[in-house]
Each structure stands twice: as structure tokens, then as C-alpha cells.
């Protein structure tokens, strides 16, 4: 569950134009992991 709110929030920021540097910074998370991610959820 926590993985699908992740990814959503995610995905979410990077469709209102947040650069995946700024959105692991924000979430606290690694870069590495925002773009997976983002290729899991296919908004990349």
C-alpha cells in the first residue's frame, strides 16, 4: 500500500513539473528510486 502511495506522489509531481532531483529531495527518498518509479508507473 505504501508503494502505491509512493508512486502516485511521485508521479504526481512529476506531471505538475518537478524535476526527479527535487522530488527525491522532498520525499527523502534516493534518485534512484523516484525513476523507477516513474517507469513503473509510466510517466516516464
Sequence with gaps: MADTRLT???????REGY????????LEID???????LRSSGSR
Excluded at 31 to 37: K, Q, S, T, W, Y
Design 8 to 14: 502516485t506522489a511521485v508521479a504526481a509531481m512529476h
Design 31 to 37: 534518485r534512484a528510486r523516484v525513476d523507477e518509479l
Design 19 to 26: 524535476a526527479s532531483s527535487d522530488i527525491a529531495l522532498i
